[in-house]
């Protein structure tokens, strides 16, 4: 706590313990002097609890020994009777509220009252008015009130002093992510200020300054223990369904299920949302971005997910077109990385976007600046648009594994799809043949004899092993991977009449992730001996690292609309348990 010296003349009143005469050679008056003590406090060094003046509470700094306090951007919706999240109104409803907030307190140590002249401002830049807001905790008769003192209509306060030894409490909140035109930290400040006479503003004599910065959205890899499995009901996926519950029970999560009236036919639930959180030192909750398609699901979110403790914020671009690209399908993220030497500890976001000298699709600016600005997890842009739906889950994703690598990154692959048939040719197994049990009208008796001669196909998916296998390279580089930390799954694709990719049978890589239970589009392969050798094929590859594979009917239901298993469900799955602010980013 600072202490200030008030100068006063003899009028003023009475004194006591903080208030001290001293006598002015050259004056016949007497003049006085006030100690007052100062210190706006917040929790600086992140352990949950408001320190006594922390010297370093007006900087912020990163890492395992950084300084700074963190704010939580109340975006959740704790009274079910509002509209909107609670940080878009000006108003407390309930203690839960409370506890989305960071506390701050004012300490004052001086006279039982101010003299005149003097008042304590607490005050933000304008700025920062869209950013934060603050609450001051009073305290009358019949129970404690909560005002809003600061914020986006307020950019100062008038603290009413107290006198003596005191604690002004107040509560703090995020308005806004941190983004492109905001790095994310905000300042408050307390002003004590002086009036020298009638007539002449008054001007601060001593300013006391906390920085917070909001906390970041963190994305939730493959790696994280499962908590939700969220999946659509529409008219023509019950069997699709009932074996998604079946794997769900396996791994020890929860199922919801959005129906048709929220659903209105829309069954990509992957490409609406994302999962994530935010975490302060005293708190953590769940938040999760909308993307800007809007197709059938654009309600879900608000409707069904917001509510106490899970937040919700999204990004809509004002001027450019919404694409393919936009769906979330095309946002992953890696499990935690090093790459020479640099650490990712919460991994790093994998976007899908055009080759670099080309005109093509890409992912808006705005949703593109809200993930770069979070910092923690670095992006890496991949490019995703050869292919027709242009997703980067359409060849790349992750599985746990508990070793020291702790993971495994698997591709697609038509060059080990195409070798794997050729072994099967070799073994005299040339007319086996794809697709066995699916009644779908336009496919004919397709066999490894078949696709092996077909030289289009080969040509087209020589071109598909090249993209993939540029992406490949940049994934290596980018995260730290050597040929040992991938799997190839056998895939084929064919070209579209745009020149695009599309999955000729189920794309296994597609697959949903839940701990070591893995949830894989049936691929319809060629049946030897009674099996599906692409399936066989699979299973000996994951299978011995501890990892078990279901095979999910999705061919018709999914497949032949350019979707597969992890296009139609979505994985809430549980925060890392590092500390955010121990990256240096």
Excluded at 25 to 41: A, N
Excluded at 498 to 509: H, I, L
Excluded at 537 to 565: A, N, Q, T, W
Aim: hydrophobic share 40%.
């Amino acid at each position: 706590m600072k202490t200030v010296l008030l100068p006063l003349l003899p009028t003023a009143p009475a004194l006591n313990s903080y208030l001290h005469c001293r006598a002015q050679v050259s004056s016949d008056l007497t003049r006085c002097v006030v100690f007052l003590g100062i210190s706006l406090d917040v929790d600086a060094d992140r352990d949950g609890v408001v320190e006594k003046n922390n010297p370093r509470k007006g900087t912020w700094t990163w890492g395992p020994d950084g300084q700074g306090a963190i704010l939580l951007v109340n975006c959740d919706k704790d009274n079910p009777f509002i509209s909107g999240l609670d940080c878009d109104d000006e108003k407390i409803f309930s203690k839960e509220d409370l506890r989305d907030m960071s506390r701050m307190i004012l300490r004052t140590e001086g006279p039982q009252r101010l003299p005149a002249g003097y008042e304590m401002v607490l005050y933000i830049p304008m700025s920062d008015s869209d950013k934060v807001g603050v609450f001051y905790v009073e305290n009358p008769f019949f129970g404690q009130r909560y005002i809003h003192v600061l914020g986006r209509r307020k950019l100062y306060h008038v603290v009413k002093y107290t006198g003596g030894s005191a604690e002004l409490e107040f509560f703090v909140e995020g308005l806004r992510f941190p983004d492109d035109t905001f790095p994310g930290l905000v300042s408050i400040n307390i002003s004590l200020l002086e009036s020298l006479t009638e007539g002449i503003p008054q001007a601060p004599i001593f300013t006391d300054t906390v920085v917070f910065r909001v906390a970041p959205w963190i994305m939730t890899p493959n790696t994280l223990a499962p908590v939700n499995v969220f999946v659509c009901s529409v008219k023509d996926n019950y069997l699709f369904l009932k074996e998604v519950k079946s794997l769900v029970s396996k791994a020890s999560c929860d199922l919801k299920v959005c129906f048709g009236y929220v659903n209105r036919g829309d069954r990509w639930m992957q490409d609406e949302i994302e999962f994530g959180y935010i975490r302060a030192p005293h708190k953590c909750f769940p938040v999760v971005l909308d993307s800007p398609r809007d197709g059938g699901l654009k309600e879900f979110p608000i409707k069904e997910i917001l509510g106490p403790d899970f937040g919700y914020v999204t990004r809509e671009p004002l001027f450019e077109v919404v694409t393919s690209l936009d769906s979330f399908g095309n946002l992953e993220v890696s499990p935690p990385v090093t790459v020479n030497g640099k650490a990712y500890p919460l991994g790093r976001i994998l976007i899908g976007s055009s080759f670099p000298i080309s005109a093509g699709r890409r992912m808006t600016k705005v949703v593109r600046d809200f993930l770069y600005a979070q910092q923690v997890q670095s992006p890496v842009e991949l490019y995703s648009d050869w292919l027709t739906v242009g997703h980067v889950d359409e060849f790349v994703t992750f599985v746990p594994l508990p070793d020291k690598k702790q993971f495994r990154m698997l591709m697609a692959s038509t060059s080990a799809c195409y070798k794997l048939f050729r072994e099967k040719q070799k073994e005299g197994h040339g007319e086996a043949t794809m697709f066995k049990g699916y009644s779908g009208t336009d496919t004919k008796r397709v066999t490894i004899n078949k696709v092996l001669s077909n030289e289009v196909m080969v040509q087209e998916n020589q071109y598909v092993q090249r993209c993939i296998d540029w992406n490949r390279d940049i994934l290596k580089k980018e995260l730290g991977l050597t040929e040992k930390d991938i799997i190839d799954l056998p895939a084929l694709f064919k070209i579209d009449k745009m020149g695009k990719a599309m999955a000729y049978f189920p794309n296994m890589v597609n697959m949903i992730v839940l701990s070591r239970d893995l949830g894989i589009p049936k691929p319809f392969g060629p049946i030897i001996e009674g099996d599906c050798c692409l399936e066989a094929h699979v299973r000996s590859l994951l299978e011995p690292l501890g990892l078990m594979c279901s095979f999910i009917d999705d061919i018709s239901s999914y497949h032949k609309m350019l979707g597969e298993v992890h296009c139609g469900t979505n994985v809430h799955r549980e925060p890392f348990s590092f500390k955010w602010w121990h990256v240096i980013p």
